[in-house]
């Protein structure tokens, strides 16, 4: 059964073209997450929604916005996409207590050309 | 800064032998995650280790946490190739919401 799905799967944009990368849940998790993911690196984590409390990391850039409408649904806006923001994006969950596993959906690979 | 280090970065191993690898981590925490993950797919959960002196084992992987001395150890048992991946460790700075801060990662390859 599909927990966090994570689409389109595969995103190739143009060079400052806004793309808009979507994650939901059937877990109904409090905490929603976005990874970025280049190669051969670890995951960094962008933001996170604890509810509607949005979390942003101090180093990620601007051009990386998000929104959660409701619990089961998150997105990643990037407004103008630039070469070095190719990287596998990544949703996670988390219920939000003291049991903090995080589950990972199967990534959006995005390419910038 | 939490900062977590993990050691080596690759390994080449025979199968049917045994190998740690190590994670440590800069900040006090008692909760640390092992995960997976396979060339191009997504990350999947192995190991959450709440305390010190947590060890959980699944099949021929075992973790385990010393808080404090800010490490847990990844071991193999007579490696298998189908453990070839990248394993993570990764660390939660805060009690709620986790903020979870990764290690590089260690790339794991068995040979036949």
């Known amino acids: 059964d599909a927990m966090v799905i994570q689409n389109p799967r595969y995103q190739v944009t143009q060079f400052g073209k806004p793309v808009t990368l979507s994650c939901s849940q059937t877990?109904?998790?409090?905490?929603m997450y976005w990874y970025q993911q280049k190669s051969s690196q670890a995951p960094k984590l962008l933001f996170h929604y604890y509810d509607k409390d949005f979390n942003n990391e101090a180093d990620t850039p601007d051009n990386f916005q998000s929104r959660r409408p409701n619990t089961s649904f998150c997105f990643l806006d990037i407004r103008s996409p630039g070469l070095g923001d190719a990287a596998m994006y990544l949703c996670?969950?988390?219920?939000?207590?003291?049991?903090?596993?995080?589950?990972f959906g199967p990534g959006t690979r995005l390419l910038v050309l | 800064e939490l900062k977590v280090e993990q050691n080596p970065l690759f390994l080449s191993m025979q199968e049917g032998k045994n190998y740690t690898i190590y994670c440590n981590y800069s900040?006090?925490?008692?909760?640390l995650y092992w995960y997976r993950q396979d060339p191009g797919k997504s990350l999947e959960s192995l190991f959450v280790?709440?305390?010190?002196?947590a060890v959980k084992q699944e099949g021929r992987l075992m973790a385990s946490l010393d808080t404090k001395a800010r490490l847990s150890t990844l071991h193999i048992t007579a490696a298998v190739h189908d453990l070839s991946a990248t394993y993570f460790c990764a660390v939660d700075e805060e009690t709620s919401g986790s903020r979870l801060t990764f290690g590089e990662g260690t790339q794991l390859t068995v040979n036949p």
């Open positions: 877990l109904n998790h409090n905490v």
């Open positions: 996670a969950t988390s219920l939000g207590d003291e049991q903090e596993t995080q589950y």
């Open positions: 280790l709440l305390s010190n002196g």
């Open positions: 900040t006090t925490s008692d909760r």
